[in-house]
């Protein structure tokens, strides 16, 4: 008969095997579990300085922020942090993007450090690897495209305007890829949805006005439509408001390109009625600063139609609304903490008394008009912002033109002075490289003028020569461009933001 022992032979080794598994089981776990306590706690310091950069961030405490963020990213090389670290930098580049001082330099510092990380995600057009992130990656893909697409829209009003609004349209028709690409969005992404059609409004207005093309500035008022639809489904006021704003200045544009009276009219209630619609949310004692940005579009949507209306009277009450809307934002508006939009400010009021002269010949306005241009001087030169240089200097040569032909001089000398003054203006501007041919030539123009009367007064051949020297400019540009001669425009009448 056999005995228990030799009945339990054969299962002993699954025995000893089951206790050797258990064994080392226990040891991996007790391997592991100091290791998966570090991880949880580095996560978790990493998650409590991500939540409190954010909340100095939006307290407006910007270098806590960045201090608590560059506290996290001291485990950027953890390979199990890796999502976290990214919403990190995502934060901390944020920090540059919004910052109104030097804002430039802080504009790239973002847009460098964001277009890197982005090279660093996977393309977000490959399925197995959002099936394995359950969309992480993509979310953050999509944040760098929107953000990056507003950088640039923000670096086309400092830098060349073009190449920036095609760098924002490229980013920004990604991230829109990225998000049609998501099955079922998450609720929490639909105000970076927003602000993505939002940024696509401000940049094809922005080529709109660069190529004179009013279909774009439709495509423009379509994004703009989508994006106030989001905003206005989750109950974001803020942005509400904002996209309104946004719609009021399309509509402004509008105003430039319809020949229509009945038309240009539609357009101007249309921006006006978008613009106080933004003011019964962005009351100045809450929100100065986009309550100003509001008051100064309302300024230049009645600058627009003071420009082309040809009744006086009626042109006489957009000069006197924008003057007062423009007013309004002067205590906002301050040099040393908004200083782009300080520029916009004082420019558009120098065109809107520039214009105002023109159309009512009130030559009282012409220490206006120098005054407003040399606020705009005293930061503008032609390396950091050619374009507004130029203008500016522009438009005061042609006040002081205007002002030697209407005004008496007890003094020659002062008056000789003021001549001098136009002519060194007028050669700035004609020195500009990106003058059309039809200004150059209008420039040199009122340049040959000038140093005839100089010459009539002192004699001198110096004005000699330069007329001469002039006229042969001239007689060359008509050569090989006929028709720069067909009309004499309006040359200093720029596109007012």
Request: glycine share 2%; net charge neutral; proline share 2%.
């Amino acid at each position: 008969m056999p005995s228990i022992l030799t009945d339990l032979n054969p299962i002993i080794p699954i025995i000893n095997l089951f206790v050797a598994i258990t064994s080392l089981c226990v040891a991996i776990i007790f391997f592991l579990i100091p290791l998966i306590n570090s991880i949880c706690i580095i996560r978790k310091e990493i998650d409590r300085s991500l939540s409190d950069g954010i909340k100095y961030h939006l307290n407006n405490k910007i270098e806590e922020a960045r201090n608590e963020y560059n506290k996290a990213l001291k485990y950027q090389n953890k390979k199990f942090c890796k999502r976290l670290i990214i919403d990190v930098k995502l934060n901390l580049y944020e920090t540059y993007h919004h910052e109104k001082i030097d804002k430039e330099k802080n504009l790239d510092i973002a847009r460098i450090n964001e277009e890197a990380l982005l090279k660093a995600l996977p393309n977000y057009k490959d399925k197995k690897y959002l099936k394995l992130t359950k969309y992480k990656y993509k979310y953050q893909y999509a944040i760098l495209c929107c953000n990056l697409g507003d950088i640039y829209n923000e670096l086309a009003l400092i830098r060349s305007a073009k190449n920036n609004y095609e760098n924002s349209k490229k980013y920004s028709s990604k991230a829109i890829d990225v998000f049609r690409n998501i099955k079922k969005l998450d609720k929490n992404y639909f105000g970076t949805v927003g602000l993505t059609y939002s940024n696509l409004a401000i940049t094809y207005r922005g080529l709109a006005n660069l190529k004179k093309d009013i279909s774009l500035l439709q495509i423009s008022l379509n994004n703009a439509e989508k994006s106030l639809t989001i905003y206005e489904e989750i109950k974001d006021y803020f942005n509400i408001a904002r996209i309104q704003n946004n719609i009021g200045n399309i509509y402004s544009d509008l105003v430039k390109y319809k020949e229509d009276i009945n038309e240009r009219e539609k357009n101007y209630i249309n921006s006006e009625n978008y613009l106080y619609k933004s003011l019964e949310f962005y009351k100045i004692e809450n929100y100065p600063y986009e309550s100003a940005r509001s008051y100064q579009n309302l300024g230049s949507v009645n600058l627009h139609m003071m420009y082309y209306c040809d009744d006086k009277n009626k042109a006489y009450s957009y000069f006197i609304k924008a003057k007062e809307n423009y007013e309004i934002c002067k205590s906002v508006i301050i040099k040393d903490k908004y200083e782009n939009e300080y520029i916009n400010l004082y420019y558009n009021l120098m065109s809107l008394n520039f214009q105002a002269l023109k159309k009512f010949g009130d030559i009282q306005l012409i220490p206006n008009v120098v005054d407003y241009g040399n606020f705009v001087l005293e930061i503008c030169t032609i390396e950091n912002n050619p374009k507004r240089y130029v203008d500016t200097n522009g438009i005061i040569a042609s006040v002081c033109k205007i002002a030697i032909e209407c005004c008496e001089f007890i003094d020659e000398n002062e008056k000789i002075d003021m001549i001098e003054d136009a002519i060194n203006r007028f050669e700035i501007v004609l020195r500009f490289k990106e003058l059309s041919m039809q200004k150059k030539a209008n420039t040199i123009i009122d340049l040959i003028r000038l140093n005839m009367t100089l010459l009539d007064m002192t004699k001198s051949k110096v004005y000699e020569v330069k007329c001469n020297s002039y006229c042969k400019e001239l007689e060359d540009i008509i050569k090989v461009n006929p028709e720069v001669m067909i009309e004499i425009e309006d040359m200093f009448f720029n596109n007012v933001e």
